[in-house]
């Protein structure tokens, strides 16, 4: 198997998910593909006046069950097959969370810190002006992703706006609050996250507040999560990586030194008074908790088994490949698939969407005591499941009970619609 394929590996934990509960085969081939895949050159104005071609994606995986939702990226390394992949988990990602969307995914093949903000500006729009006959608030709803941001989304809803001929605030999520963004949207990942691993720490008989925990990244969501297990939990952070490496140490990392050292040398790995460690190393720390909050394919077949923690929580998309996943459950480590930990985007972009189109704004803490209440639901959902198998002498993972729900509930509406 192509373990650096994101698309064939979400094909293969759908195959797995599908065998175990006996997907009726039109649905599972309906399932197995993209509804739409469109891909454009978009020209952009750069500083110095020429024009430059830049390879642009928007994939439409299902909408049985509403409108397509998923972020826009701009990375160097974008490809088809990891939009896809991404469209993919987005469709099981609402469903699991049981909101009405469907899954959608965009990106752009370009380098961001080689571009000043009137050529990013300049590439959003012409995105917006290339793809906008697709979007739209009851179509398919974009949102930040990798090196894409707040202003770039408003730049989108902006151009956007001027296509249709009036404000469509709906048409995007993920905005700034001037923009009628979400109370509490920019640390929703992270937070969501942290609602499941407060429910999982429970059957893993984990202390949170003594418990030592292990990040990969310190971007959006690795910063965030380092910010806030130490608030909800108190929990000792003893490692953590950025793309340049990182730092290890026994008593515990400082928030504010990492920021400052971030900011002052471009990499966390510069901290003083720490141990110097690979991303490669973070895995096989002895920690109580592993939170994986980078990119795909880190965890794979060389290194899951070296893995010590007791909880693997997947804040990233598609951290774990599917080799790796069998080998951690084997080893009875909770591995909590990423399609649930890191919903909490995607659920508050909803709220976002919902205050949008009715015009009524709710507070930052009606915002989190409603994702609360979805998170844990999700994560109950998913024990349930488990458990449910395990009464029919069959044992699965978390991932796979999170992929029959999903599964259970978009092809039910695509069975009552009659697409098959």
């Known amino acids: 198997m192509d373990e650096l394929n994101p698309f064939l590996i979400s094909q293969i934990q759908l195959d797995k998910a599908a065998e175990i509960m006996n997907l009726d085969k ?10 739409r895949t469109v891909e454009m ?7 110095d006046n020429s024009t430059k071609l830049f390879t642009g994606f928007r994939v439409l995986y299902n909408n049985a069950r509403g409108p397509g939702k998923g972020g826009i990226r701009f990375h160097p390394q974008e490809n088809i097959n990891t939009v896809k992949a991404l469209s993919a988990w987005m469709t099981w990602k609402t469903a699991l969370a049981n909101i009405p969307y469907g899954g959608s995914k965009g990106g752009v093949v370009c380098d961001t810190k080689q571009m000043n903000d009137i050529e990013l500006e300049n590439l959003s729009r012409q995105y917006i ?12 709803i974009p949102a930040p992703d990798v090196y894409t941001t707040p202003q770039i989304m408003a730049w989108m809803d902006d151009e956007y706006s001027k296509l249709v001929g009036h404000n469509e605030f709906g048409m995007i999520t993920g905005k700034p609050l001037e923009l009628w963004g979400s109370e509490g ?9 942290m609602y499941v691993l407060r429910e999982l720490s429970k059957l893993a008989g984990i202390d949170l507040k003594n418990a030592k925990i292990a990040i990969q990244g310190f971007g959006n969501a690795g910063n965030f999560a380092f910010s806030l297990v130490k608030k909800l939990f108190g929990s000792r952070i003893v490692a953590i990586t950025d793309s340049s490496g990182g730092v290890y140490s026994e008593q515990g990392l400082d928030y504010e030194k990492l920021q400052n050292t971030k900011k002052q040398t471009g990499t966390i790995a510069n901290y003083e008074n720490a141990e110097k460690i690979t991303n490669e190393q973070l895995f096989e720390i002895d920690a109580d908790i592993i939170i994986p909050a980078a ?11 070296k893995i010590k923690a007791k909880i693997v929580l997947e804040l990233a998309n598609g951290p774990v490949t599917p080799e790796a996943n069998d080998i951690l459950f084997e080893k009875n480590i909770y591995d909590a698939p990423d399609f649930l930990v890191n919903s909490g985007g995607v659920i508050v972009s909803y709220f976002e969407w919902v205050q949008n189109i009715n015009g009524y704004y709710w507070t930052e803490d009606e915002v989190y005591k409603k994702l609360d209440a979805i998170m844990t639901k999700s994560f109950n959902d998913v024990i349930n499941t488990q458990k449910k198998y395990q009464d029919k002498s069959r044992k699965i993972d978390m991932r796979s009970a999170a992929y ?9 509406t695509m069975k009552i619609r009659g697409w098959y």
Request: no cysteine; aromatic share 4%.
């Open 26 to 35: 039109a649905a599972h081939a309906i399932l197995r593909e993209p509804m």
């Open 41 to 47: 050159q978009i020209p952009v104005k750069m500083r």
């Open 129 to 140: 002006r290339s793809f906008g006959s697709l979007l739209g608030p009851k179509t398919d």
């Open 185 to 193: 949207r920019f640390d929703s990942t992270a937070l969501g996250g």
């Open 295 to 305: 990119i795909e394919n880190q965890i794979t077949k060389q290194n899951a088994d």
């Open 404 to 412: 029959i729900i999903a599964l259970e509930r978009v092809a039910a």
